[in-house]
């Protein structure tokens, strides 16, 4: 199980299966590709993103904040943190809220 950053797949376009944190921030990126089923920490904040990809249901922590996003997909049961600050998002779909420890958000016209 290994950490990868964006240096080190920016050929690839893709995410290997042992990639458990994946950190990508401020790189200009337009979209993301799939992500590793085992992926534990996505890290993709300061680029150029208007969606996320399926998250895969192993992720505890997501930080997709500066970006262009208007929509989170479905959120993966197990998420303890979520900082999606400085996105147009208008609307977060169910989720136990109840297991997360950190919620950063800074739109205070999105409905949960």
């Known amino acids: 199980m290994r950490k990868y950053y964006y240096?080190?797949?920016v050929d690839k376009n893709v995410?290997?299966?042992?990639?458990?944190?994946?950190?990508?921030?401020?790189?200009?990126?337009?979209?993301l590709?799939?992500?590793s089923q085992s992926l534990r920490k996505l890290y993709c904040g300061g680029n150029k993103l208007?969606?996320?990809?399926?998250?895969?249901?192993?992720?505890?922590?997501?930080?997709?904040?500066?970006n262009n996003i208007?929509?989170?997909?479905?959120?993966?049961n197990i998420l303890v943190l979520l900082w999606c600050s400085d996105n147009p998002?208008?609307?977060i779909?169910?989720?136990?809220?109840?297991?997360m420890k950190k919620i950063y958000f800074n739109n205070y016209n999105i409905k949960m």
């Open 70 to 76: 208007t929509e989170l997909p479905e959120l993966p």
């Open 50 to 66: 208007t969606e996320l990809p399926e998250l895969p249901q192993s992720l505890e922590s997501l930080g997709c904040n500066i």
């Open 93 to 99: 779909t169910k989720h136990n809220y109840e297991i």
């Open 89 to 91: 998002i208008q609307y």
């Open 33 to 35: 590709p799939k992500l």
């Open 7 to 9: 240096k080190d797949l």
């Open 15 to 31: 995410i290997p299966d042992d990639c458990v944190e994946f950190y990508c921030y401020n790189n200009r990126i337009t979209k």
